[in-house]
Protein backbone atom coordinates (compact mmCIF):
# COMPACT_ATOMS: atom_id res chain seq x y z
CA UNK A 1 0.00 0.00 0.00
CA UNK A 2 0.83 3.39 -0.83
CA UNK A 3 2.15 5.65 1.84
CA UNK A 4 -1.13 7.57 3.62
CA UNK A 5 -1.97 10.70 2.64
CA UNK A 6 -4.06 12.78 4.99
CA UNK A 7 -7.42 14.14 4.76
CA UNK A 8 -6.23 17.03 6.34
CA UNK A 9 -3.12 18.35 8.36
CA UNK A 10 -4.08 20.78 11.60
CA UNK A 11 -1.95 22.41 13.95
CA UNK A 12 -2.64 23.04 17.54
CA UNK A 13 -0.19 25.00 19.78
CA UNK A 14 2.89 24.40 17.11
CA UNK A 15 2.29 20.38 16.99
CA UNK A 16 1.52 19.24 13.08
CA UNK A 17 -1.14 16.95 13.29
CA UNK A 18 -1.88 14.60 9.95
CA UNK A 19 -5.79 13.66 10.10
CA UNK A 20 -6.75 9.77 8.69
CA UNK A 21 -9.79 9.27 10.62
CA UNK A 22 -11.00 5.78 10.34
CA UNK A 23 -14.28 5.03 8.73
CA UNK A 24 -16.89 2.43 9.04
CA UNK A 25 -15.74 2.05 5.14
CA UNK A 26 -12.31 1.89 5.88
CA UNK A 27 -12.17 -1.57 5.85
CA UNK A 28 -10.42 -2.43 9.32
CA UNK A 29 -10.50 -5.39 10.50
CA UNK A 30 -11.13 -4.55 14.19
CA UNK A 31 -13.08 -1.08 13.77
CA UNK A 32 -15.73 -1.06 16.62
CA UNK A 33 -17.91 1.32 15.15
CA UNK A 34 -18.72 2.66 18.77
CA UNK A 35 -18.91 6.10 20.06
CA UNK A 36 -17.12 6.38 23.74
CA UNK A 37 -19.50 5.66 26.89
CA UNK A 38 -19.43 9.23 28.27
CA UNK A 39 -21.23 12.16 28.09
CA UNK A 40 -21.71 13.66 24.98
CA UNK A 41 -18.97 11.10 23.81
CA UNK A 42 -16.03 13.21 25.14
CA UNK A 43 -13.01 11.81 26.63
CA UNK A 44 -12.59 11.18 29.92
CA UNK A 45 -9.17 10.07 30.20
CA UNK A 46 -5.87 10.41 28.12
CA UNK A 47 -4.22 7.11 28.17
CA UNK A 48 -0.53 6.75 26.69
CA UNK A 49 0.93 3.85 25.81
CA UNK A 50 4.31 3.22 24.18
CA UNK A 51 5.02 1.20 20.79
CA UNK A 52 8.38 0.17 19.79
CA UNK A 53 10.55 2.19 16.72
CA UNK A 54 10.78 0.81 13.71
CA UNK A 55 12.73 0.67 10.72
CA UNK A 56 10.96 3.15 8.07
CA UNK A 57 11.04 2.96 4.02
CA UNK A 58 12.66 6.23 2.53
CA UNK A 59 10.03 9.27 2.62
CA UNK A 60 8.02 8.23 5.58
CA UNK A 61 7.92 7.98 9.42
CA UNK A 62 7.70 5.83 11.98
CA UNK A 63 4.25 7.02 12.94
CA UNK A 64 2.65 7.05 9.15
CA UNK A 65 3.68 3.52 8.95
CA UNK A 66 2.39 2.65 12.46
CA UNK A 67 -1.18 4.61 10.92
CA UNK A 68 -0.69 2.62 7.66
CA UNK A 69 -0.19 -0.65 9.14
CA UNK A 70 -3.74 -0.20 10.80
CA UNK A 71 -5.31 0.67 7.59
CA UNK A 72 -3.91 -2.91 6.49
CA UNK A 73 -4.85 -5.12 8.82
CA UNK A 74 -1.89 -5.93 10.29
CA UNK A 75 -2.05 -3.82 13.87
CA UNK A 76 -3.62 -7.14 15.20
CA UNK A 77 -6.68 -6.23 16.99
CA UNK A 78 -4.86 -2.83 17.84
CA UNK A 79 -6.81 0.45 17.67
CA UNK A 80 -5.98 3.66 19.00
CA UNK A 81 -6.39 7.18 18.38
CA UNK A 82 -2.93 9.05 17.62
CA UNK A 83 0.69 7.70 16.62
CA UNK A 84 3.72 10.34 17.63
CA UNK A 85 7.32 9.83 17.03
CA UNK A 86 10.37 12.35 17.31
CA UNK A 87 8.93 14.55 13.84
CA UNK A 88 5.38 13.85 12.81
CA UNK A 89 1.88 12.59 14.34
CA UNK A 90 -1.00 11.08 12.43
CA UNK A 91 -4.57 10.96 14.26
CA UNK A 92 -5.74 7.51 13.41
CA UNK A 93 -9.52 7.22 14.93
CA UNK A 94 -11.80 10.29 15.89
CA UNK A 95 -11.40 11.08 19.70
CA UNK A 96 -14.94 10.16 20.45
CA UNK A 97 -14.78 6.60 19.12
CA UNK A 98 -14.15 3.85 20.89
CA UNK A 99 -10.42 1.70 20.46
CA UNK A 100 -9.38 -1.26 21.14
CA UNK A 101 -6.00 -0.74 23.20
CA UNK A 102 -6.36 -1.16 27.03
CA UNK A 103 -6.83 -4.41 27.48
CA UNK A 104 -9.97 -3.70 29.58
CA UNK A 105 -11.94 -5.60 27.43
CA UNK A 106 -15.58 -4.29 25.63
CA UNK A 107 -16.74 -2.32 28.39
CA UNK A 108 -13.35 -1.11 30.56
CA UNK A 109 -13.51 2.59 31.18
CA UNK A 110 -10.21 2.21 29.59
CA UNK A 111 -11.35 1.23 25.91
CA UNK A 112 -14.90 2.63 25.83
CA UNK A 113 -13.27 6.27 27.50
CA UNK A 114 -10.13 7.19 26.89
CA UNK A 115 -8.43 8.38 24.05
CA UNK A 116 -5.00 6.55 23.20
CA UNK A 117 -1.64 7.65 22.38
CA UNK A 118 1.10 5.57 21.16
CA UNK A 119 4.07 7.17 21.49
CA UNK A 120 7.19 5.60 19.34
CA UNK A 121 10.12 4.79 21.27
CA UNK A 122 12.74 2.11 22.02
CA UNK A 123 14.12 3.37 26.01
CA UNK A 124 17.25 4.43 24.57
CA UNK A 125 17.34 8.20 25.26
CA UNK A 126 18.61 9.46 22.22
CA UNK A 127 17.68 12.43 20.36
CA UNK A 128 14.79 10.71 18.87
CA UNK A 129 13.51 9.20 21.96
CA UNK A 130 13.42 12.48 23.54
CA UNK A 131 12.13 14.16 20.70
CA UNK A 132 9.10 11.66 20.58
CA UNK A 133 8.61 11.80 24.54
CA UNK A 134 8.31 15.54 24.68
CA UNK A 135 5.87 15.59 21.57
CA UNK A 136 4.30 12.69 23.24
CA UNK A 137 4.09 15.10 25.94
CA UNK A 138 2.79 18.41 24.39
CA UNK A 139 0.12 16.63 22.44
CA UNK A 140 -1.23 14.95 26.21
CA UNK A 141 -1.28 18.72 27.27
CA UNK A 142 -3.07 19.11 23.92
CA UNK A 143 -5.98 16.80 25.12
CA UNK A 144 -6.12 17.33 28.27
CA UNK A 145 -6.54 21.18 27.71
CA UNK A 146 -8.90 20.56 24.78
CA UNK A 147 -11.25 18.29 26.78
CA UNK A 148 -11.00 20.19 30.59
CA UNK A 149 -9.69 17.20 32.09
CA UNK A 150 -6.96 17.55 34.87
CA UNK A 151 -3.61 15.82 35.51
CA UNK A 152 -5.89 13.03 37.37
CA UNK A 153 -7.27 12.02 34.35
CA UNK A 154 -3.43 11.42 32.77
CA UNK A 155 -3.46 7.64 32.50
CA UNK A 156 -1.25 4.75 31.33
CA UNK A 157 -1.93 1.36 30.25
CA UNK A 158 -0.65 -0.12 33.36
CA UNK A 159 -3.86 1.62 35.14
CA UNK A 160 -6.40 0.11 33.48
CA UNK A 161 -4.75 -3.36 33.12
CA UNK A 162 -1.85 -3.73 35.63
CA UNK A 163 -0.17 -6.98 34.34
CA UNK A 164 0.74 -5.02 31.32
CA UNK A 165 4.14 -2.85 31.83
CA UNK A 166 3.36 0.07 29.08
CA UNK A 167 4.24 2.37 28.71
CA UNK A 168 7.66 0.51 28.90
CA UNK A 169 10.21 3.19 28.51
CA UNK A 170 8.62 5.81 30.79
CA UNK A 171 6.84 3.98 33.63
CA UNK A 172 10.59 4.22 34.88
CA UNK A 173 10.28 7.66 35.32
CA UNK A 174 6.71 8.51 34.76
CA UNK A 175 6.19 11.06 37.22
CA UNK A 176 8.95 13.37 35.49
CA UNK A 177 7.12 12.73 32.02
CA UNK A 178 3.46 13.82 34.18
CA UNK A 179 5.49 17.14 34.87
CA UNK A 180 6.31 18.05 31.58
CA UNK A 181 2.49 17.07 30.90
CA UNK A 182 1.95 19.27 33.80
CA UNK A 183 4.53 22.19 32.65
CA UNK A 184 2.67 21.95 29.16
CA UNK A 185 -0.71 22.03 29.88
CA UNK A 186 0.16 25.40 32.43
CA UNK A 187 1.74 27.23 29.12
CA UNK A 188 -1.67 26.21 26.50
CA UNK A 189 -3.42 27.49 29.60
CA UNK A 190 -1.62 30.64 29.99
CA UNK A 191 -1.57 31.33 26.35
CA UNK A 192 -5.10 31.06 26.43
CA UNK A 193 -5.42 33.20 29.65
CA UNK A 194 -3.36 36.13 27.03
CA UNK A 195 -5.91 35.87 24.49
CA UNK A 196 -8.56 36.50 26.79
CA UNK A 197 -6.47 39.86 28.31
CA UNK A 198 -5.15 40.91 25.42
CA UNK A 199 -4.22 44.67 25.30
CA UNK A 200 -6.10 46.74 23.01
CA UNK A 201 -4.61 47.27 19.59
CA UNK A 202 -2.18 49.69 19.23
CA UNK A 203 -1.11 51.94 15.52
CA UNK A 204 2.24 53.55 15.17
CA UNK A 205 2.51 56.68 12.67
CA UNK A 206 2.83 54.67 9.96
CA UNK A 207 -0.54 53.73 10.72
CA UNK A 208 0.63 49.65 11.21
CA UNK A 209 -1.47 47.72 14.02
CA UNK A 210 0.20 46.13 16.58
CA UNK A 211 -1.43 44.50 19.97
CA UNK A 212 0.46 43.29 22.92
CA UNK A 213 0.11 40.24 24.83
CA UNK A 214 0.36 40.05 28.70
CA UNK A 215 0.50 36.73 30.35
CA UNK A 216 1.16 37.18 33.67
CA UNK A 217 3.01 39.90 36.48
CA UNK A 218 5.51 38.07 39.02
CA UNK A 219 7.07 39.84 41.95
CA UNK A 220 9.83 36.69 41.86
CA UNK A 221 12.17 36.74 38.65
CA UNK A 222 11.94 32.75 38.86
CA UNK A 223 8.45 32.79 38.81
CA UNK A 224 8.70 34.82 35.74
CA UNK A 225 11.70 33.17 34.18
CA UNK A 226 9.40 29.50 34.66
CA UNK A 227 6.61 30.86 32.87
CA UNK A 228 8.58 32.05 29.63
CA UNK A 229 10.31 28.69 29.40
CA UNK A 230 6.60 27.21 29.40
CA UNK A 231 5.19 29.29 26.51
CA UNK A 232 8.39 28.92 24.61
CA UNK A 233 7.91 24.68 25.00
CA UNK A 234 4.82 25.40 23.60
CA UNK A 235 6.07 26.83 20.90
CA UNK A 236 5.33 30.54 21.85
CA UNK A 237 7.95 33.46 21.85
CA UNK A 238 8.28 35.11 25.15
CA UNK A 239 10.41 37.90 26.74
CA UNK A 240 10.18 39.44 30.10
CA UNK A 241 10.33 43.23 30.56
CA UNK A 242 11.15 44.63 34.07
CA UNK A 243 8.62 47.13 35.43
CA UNK A 244 8.87 49.36 38.59
CA UNK A 245 5.69 49.84 40.09
Known amino acids: MAFLKPDAVTEEYGLRIAEKPITAQSGVRYYSNRRLNTPDHRPAYITVHNTDRIRTAAGTTMAEQYARATYNNNMGDVVVHYYIDGEDCWHILADDTVGWHAAD ?28 EDRGALLAAILLHRYGLGMDRLKTHRDWYPK ?82
Open 105 to 132: GVNGPGNTKSVAIEIIMDGSGDAADKAA
Open 164 to 245: KYCPAYLLGHWQAFADRVKAHLAALEAADGAKENAAPEQTDAGGRTFYRVQVGFYGVKANAEAMKNRLKQAGFSAIIKEEKV
